[in-house]
């Protein structure tokens, strides 16, 4: 093994794309490796990681071979009947050969293959020093960059997605020359923009850390991510509150700064009043601030910002940022109280005036049909007819609003609001609400009966007009959101134990639509492409009810760990195409004087004992029990086939035991095409 040392290359910047920024890092990174690998060089990439901050980008590798091993090559010439003539001497396509070899003939090497020996070059050169490879390998990676929007600067004629300003690669404690983007290799990275700009001295890449961390950088982002959540988290442990710390507006804080300073903030008492969702938006999505909550879970007028440096006068900060959100509230509060006098009342007439879909009609038509749908399947969801329509007729009123025409986040947020303070009943509020649940994938579906009837009449109806419009989606256009409207359907039923046949509900395009979505859901799950279609292919011409497929696929899952699954279903793929060829009808019974071979006869006996063992189980959908049943038919099913012919001369014996077959078959299938199950 070659001596190893540490790398590091890392390319200073301007501030780079906040929502690029850990893509770019992680392909520099993986580009950097991919560089090393295809030459051959060995590294040690234990614990090694994309390092990034909002100037800067680097891979460091705490192991890197100093040089490539041994090159060989082996490079085949002519066949001796074509290298030599008659005397032996070598031809002129030999020393051809052997002069673009760059060797006299003599010290080629033979080598034999089916059509006999030939000629051979065979050489080993040492590898190439690492130090010499590692500036193409820097440039290839950068370049190989997915940049969407690149930059130009200066009279250069290349691009990058920001300027760039300077370049670091270090081999162990030697400085690799080089340059990319007009930035020549040092050891001399920069500190914080404002608390250390100079230069920092970079002696080895194991430095590397600890010596931005010395000029206020933290260069790792889980360093700098677990430090701005757990200073925010004291910060607002000490006045007693818990801070809201969305995933998505955590990474984008993380890459805004590179030295993270909290500063406790506060926004006016009044603001309270809008709905909180509201002001959470425009702190997280506008300013990228974290609201605080009290103790049950609602807005204070507190909030964090993260400032990119540690002040002097933090107070002049704290203005700041307590300025910039003010205007905004005030905005969301105006519109908030102009839509209360407004109504919802109002809001629902002027949905007669906003066009859904061409062929569909006004958002108010929509609106009639997902309310006469919702009433309809009450029953079945289990509950009040005339409180889901009320639901439904008010779930699309807050789109007239002007809180959503500013927050679109918040449709169905906004409306429970209005529908609460217009005293509607508490369920109908909130399923307003709900109706949009899920709304994103993760997403928990309506928690509500009353929500989960408005969220699956909304679906059911966007699914079957989008169809009806000719609106299926093709590629990665899908404008009506049909496959997130799909899955968003399915969840509900399946997660909220709702049995409505969607076969009763929806044309056979959409129930196939539906069931493809649900073929990723499932493969999340760990569930095989071949057990989501055995169970598929079995409900395929049946009642098409969500959580009945979601127990048959579990019970599938259960009945293929079985030591006879694979063989039953061998079985009874078998069967399948012996009934499929046969001629002419197959009996209706199985008439138990035509038995003449044993096996026969305790084939029958056991398939009508497993269908009287198993008829409650079905009735009950304990489908695990029927298949664990099932499977003890092993023995009789591979007896028969090992000592009976199906296919007998005469055509009373063969008919009979096609029908025998026939209700082995059908009882097999009755939880799922277990013949998908075989290989």
Same mark, same amino acid.
């Given at each position: 093994m070659s001596q190893m040392q540490p790398l590091l290359i890392e390319l200073g910047t301007e501030e780079l794309p906040v929502k690029a920024l850990p893509g770019l890092a992680q392909a520099f990174f993986d580009n950097v490796i991919d560089?090393?690998?295809?030459?051959?060089?060995?590294?040690?990439?234990?614990?090694?990681?994309?390092?990034?901050?909002?100037?800067?980008?680097?891979?460091?590798?705490?192991?890197?071979?100093?040089?490539?091993?041994?090159?060989?090559?082996?490079?085949?010439?002519?066949?001796?009947?074509?290298? /030599?003539?008659?005397?032996?001497?070598?031809?002129?396509?030999?020393?051809?050969?052997?002069?673009?070899?760059?060797?006299?003939?003599?010290?080629?090497?033979?080598?034999?293959?089916?059509?006999?020996?030939?000629?051979?070059?065979?050489?080993?050169?040492?590898?190439?020093?690492?130090?010499?490879?590692?500036?193409?390998?820097?440039?290839?990676?950068?370049?190989?960059?997915?940049?969407?929007?690149?930059?130009?600067?200066?009279?250069?004629?290349?691009?990058?997605?920001?300027?760039?300003?300077?370049?670091?690669?270090?081999?162990?404690?030697?400085?690799?020359?080089?340059?990319?983007?007009?930035?020549?290799?040092?050891?001399?990275?920069?500190?914080?923009?404002?608390?250390?700009?100079?230069?920092?001295?970079?002696?080895?890449?194991?430095? !590397?850390?600890?010596?931005?961390?010395?000029?206020?950088?933290?260069?790792?982002?889980? +360093?700098?991510?677990?430090?701005?959540?757990?200073?925010?988290?004291?910060?607002?442990?000490?006045?007693?509150?818990?801070?809201?710390?969305?995933?998505?507006?955590?990474?984008?804080?993380?890459?805004?700064?590179?030295?993270?300073?909290?500063?406790?903030?506060?926004?006016?008492?009044?603001?309270?009043?809008?709905?909180?969702?509201?002001?959470?938006?425009?702190?997280?999505?506008?300013?990228?601030?974290?609201?605080?909550?009290?103790?049950?879970?609602?807005?204070?007028?507190?909030?964090?910002?993260?400032?990119?440096?540690?002040?002097?006068? *933090?107070?002049?900060?704290?203005?700041?940022?307590?300025?910039v959100i003010r205007p905004r509230f005030a905005d969301a509060k105006f519109f908030f109280v102009e839509d209360m006098k407004q109504g919802l009342a109002s809001m629902n007439e002027g949905l007669k005036t906003v066009t859904y879909q061409?062929?569909? &009609?006004?958002?108010?038509?929509?609106?009639?049909?997902?309310?006469?749908?919702? +009433?309809?399947?009450?029953?079945?969801?289990? =509950?009040?007819?005339?409180?889901?329509?009320?639901?439904?007729?008010?779930?699309?009123?807050?789109?007239?609003?002007?809180? =959503?025409?500013?927050?679109?986040?918040?449709?169905?947020?906004?409306?429970? !609001?209005?529908?609460?303070?217009?005293?509607?009943?508490? *369920?109908?509020?909130?399923?307003?609400?709900?109706?949009?649940?899920?709304?994103?994938?993760?997403?928990?579906?309506?928690?509500?009966?009353?929500?989960?009837?408005?969220?699956?009449?909304?679906?059911?109806?966007?699914?079957?007009?989008?169809?009806?419009? &000719?609106?299926?989606?093709?590629?990665?256009?899908?404008?009506?959101?049909?496959?997130?409207?799909?899955?968003?359907?399915?969840?509900?039923?399946?997660?909220?134990?709702?049995?409505?046949?969607?076969a009763a509900r929806a044309d056979g395009e959409v129930v196939e639509f539906v069931l493809d979505r649900l073929r990723g859901y499932y493969a999340d799950q760990g569930y095989t492409p071949q057990q989501f279609e055995s169970v598929a292919?079995? /409900?395929?011409?049946?009642?098409?009810?969500?959580?009945?497929?979601?127990?048959?696929?579990?019970?599938?899952?259960?009945?293929?760990?079985?030591?006879?699954?694979?063989?039953?279903?061998?079985?009874?793929?078998?069967?399948?195409?012996?009934?499929?060829?046969?001629? &002419?009808?197959?009996?209706?019974?199985?008439?138990?004087?035509?038995?003449? +071979?044993?096996?026969?006869?305790?084939?029958?006996?056991?398939?009508?004992?497993?269908?009287?063992?198993?008829?409650?189980?079905?009735?009950?959908?304990?489908?695990?029990?029927?298949?664990?049943?099932?499977?003890?038919?092993?023995?009789?099913?591979?007896?028969?086939?090992?000592? =009976?012919?199906?296919?007998?001369?005469?055509?009373?014996?063969?008919?009979?035991?096609?029908?025998?077959?026939?209700?082995?078959?059908?009882?097999?299938?009755?939880?799922?095409?277990?013949?998908?199950?075989?290989?």
């Open positions: 560089g090393l690998a295809k030459r051959g060089i060995a590294f040690d990439r234990e614990g090694a990681k994309p390092l990034y901050a909002p100037r800067r980008l680097a891979a460091l590798l705490p192991g890197v071979a100093l040089e490539q091993p041994e090159q060989k090559s082996e490079v085949l010439g002519p066949y001796l009947n074509i290298a /030599l003539d008659a005397n032996g001497e070598p031809t002129k396509a030999l020393q051809g050969f052997a002069q673009k070899s760059g060797v006299e003939w003599t010290q080629l090497e033979k080598t034999s293959d089916a059509k006999g020996e030939r000629f051979v070059h065979r050489a080993v050169k040492p590898g190439a020093r690492t130090r010499d490879l590692l500036p193409d390998i820097a440039g290839e990676a950068i370049a190989a960059m997915p940049i969407p929007k690149p930059m130009r600067w200066g009279d250069h004629d290349y691009a990058f997605a920001r300027p760039v300003h300077w370049l670091v690669m270090l081999l162990g404690k030697d400085v690799i020359e080089g340059a990319v983007l007009g930035a020549k290799s040092d050891r001399m990275s920069r500190g914080h923009r404002f608390m250390h700009d100079k230069p920092v001295w970079i002696n080895q890449p194991g430095d !590397y850390l600890d010596a931005l961390r010395g000029a206020k950088v933290l260069a790792d982002p889980d +360093e700098r991510r677990e430090r701005i959540v757990t200073t925010v988290t004291t910060m607002a442990g000490l006045i007693g509150r818990t801070p809201r710390i969305d995933d998505d507006n955590l990474e984008q804080v993380n890459c805004l700064v590179e030295w993270p300073a909290p500063v406790l903030c506060s926004f006016e008492h009044e603001f309270l009043a809008v709905p909180q969702e509201a002001l959470i938006a425009t702190m997280e999505s506008n300013q990228k601030f974290f609201p605080l909550l009290d103790e049950s879970g609602k807005l204070t007028e507190n909030f964090i910002g993260i400032a990119n440096i540690e002040s002097k006068d *933090e107070a002049e900060i704290r203005k700041g940022y307590e300025r061409a062929k569909l &009609g006004t958002v108010a038509d929509k609106v009639a049909r997902v309310a006469a749908l919702a +009433e309809a399947i009450a029953g079945e969801v289990g =509950v009040d007819p005339k409180l889901v329509r009320r639901a439904a007729e008010l779930s699309k009123a807050d789109l007239q609003s002007r809180l =959503v025409n500013e927050f679109p986040e918040l449709q169905g947020i906004a409306g429970r !609001y209005y529908a609460a303070v217009e005293n509607e009943p508490l *369920e109908v509020a909130h399923a307003i609400d709900e109706a949009y649940m899920p709304r994103f994938a993760g997403d928990a579906i309506a928690p509500s009966p009353l929500g989960k009837a408005v969220a699956i009449a909304e679906r059911l109806d966007t699914l079957s007009g989008g169809f009806q419009a &000719g609106l299926k989606p093709t590629g990665n256009k899908d404008p009506f959101a049909l496959r997130r409207n799909a899955l968003g359907l399915a969840r509900t039923l399946i997660e909220g134990g709702i049995g409505i046949d969607l292919n079995a /409900l395929r011409s049946a009642p098409t009810s969500l959580p009945d497929f979601d127990s048959r696929l579990k019970a599938i899952a259960e009945f293929s760990r079985l030591p006879e699954a694979e063989a039953l279903a061998a079985a009874n793929k078998r069967i399948r195409n012996i009934l499929k060829k046969a001629e &002419g009808a197959i009996p209706d019974s199985v008439d138990a004087k035509l038995f003449s +071979e044993p096996a026969e006869r305790e084939l029958h006996d056991a398939v009508a004992q497993a269908i009287a063992d198993t008829d409650h189980a079905l009735a009950k959908r304990d489908y695990v029990a029927v298949l664990g049943r099932l499977a003890r038919l092993r023995p009789q099913v591979d007896a028969f086939f090992d000592g =009976v012919m199906v296919n007998a001369d005469d055509p009373a014996v063969r008919g009979n035991r096609l029908a025998l077959l026939k209700r082995l078959a059908d009882r097999l299938g009755s939880v799922a095409a277990i013949e998908h199950l075989s290989a």
